[in-house]
């Protein structure tokens, strides 16, 4: 009981936890309970395009962090220790969205709470940016008007590309530009490659379709964005 007692009394005083057995287990389980929360929120906020990994990283994270916290405590040798075992690892994935990298940082927040002890004021954080990001995804907040694509045009190396598709694209875009011009198929052909905002309710095969009759029914290319790719 007097574990018990000293943990909740770090919960309301923000001053830290004694590090005992049931401490421990208490702030690991409380860091878990946040990061399957947080880990809900992103795959409700994500739907049809959340990735299972990362969904799991966000569960995972909060308690690893809240364990090398605990571990660690004070210890200025133990604190060398770990960043020396860090600095061997190298990470050599491509960035990432920015706001999975935004979650990772709720995560983060999340794990150095319960680590300090500060389980009251994670609990509150937690909660409130949950909702929030909950609110945003509901309410599409500064999602744009207009849809980002590529499309990627072959064209006979005979045919004038200048200005050629300008008539079909103004009708279903409401901006667009021509951003790369390369040969293929040993300079026989042309592949156009054009950022395009398409105007909202354009019917794309309408599009496709027009183009076709310009470029001898030759491959097009009609794709999201790059930064589409998870629909941001």
């Given at each position: 009981m007097e574990a018990l007692t000293s943990f909740f009394n770090a919960i309301n005083s923000g001053s830290g936890i004694e590090i005992n057995t049931v401490?421990?287990?208490?702030s690991m389980a409380a860091a878990l309970i946040f990061g399957i929360l947080i880990s809900l929120t992103y795959i409700y906020t994500h739907k049809d395009r959340h990735q299972q990994?990362?969904?799991?990283?966000?569960?995972?994270?909060?308690?690893?962090?809240?364990?090398?916290?605990?571990?660690v405590g004070s210890n200025v040798a133990r604190a060398f220790s770990l960043a020396g075992t860090l600095s061997i690892i190298r990470f050599r994935s491509a960035p990432g969205d920015p706001e999975d990298?935004?979650?990772i940082f709720f995560d983060i927040a999340a794990g150095l709470a319960c680590?300090?002890?500060?389980?009251?004021w994670g609990a509150i954080f937690v909660i409130l940016l949950c909702l929030v990001m909950?609110?945003?995804?509901?309410?599409?907040?500064?999602?744009?008007?207009?849809?980002?694509?590529?499309?990627?045009?072959?064209?006979?190396?005979n045919l004038d590309y200048e200005g050629v598709f300008?008539?079909?694209?103004?009708?279903?875009?409401?901006?667009?530009v021509l951003r790369r011009v390369k040969t293929?198929?040993?300079g026989s052909l042309f592949e156009l490659t054009y950022s395009?905002?398409?105007?909202?309710?354009?019917?794309?095969?309408?599009?496709?379709?027009?183009?076709?009759?310009?470029n001898g029914n030759l491959n097009i290319v009609l794709s999201l964005a790059e930064n589409e790719v998870y629909g941001k």
């Open positions: 401490n421990i287990i208490l990994s990362f969904a799991i990283t966000l569960t995972m994270l909060p308690i690893i962090l809240t364990v090398i916290i605990l571990f990298i935004g979650y680590g300090v002890g500060l389980f009251l909950i609110f945003i995804s509901k309410t599409n907040y500064a999602r744009p008007k207009s849809t980002a694509k590529q499309l990627k045009i072959t064209i006979p190396e300008d008539e079909i694209l103004k009708r279903y875009t409401n901006s667009y293929t198929d040993l395009l905002k398409m105007i909202k309710g354009a019917d794309e095969k309408e599009l496709i379709d027009e183009l076709r009759t310009r």
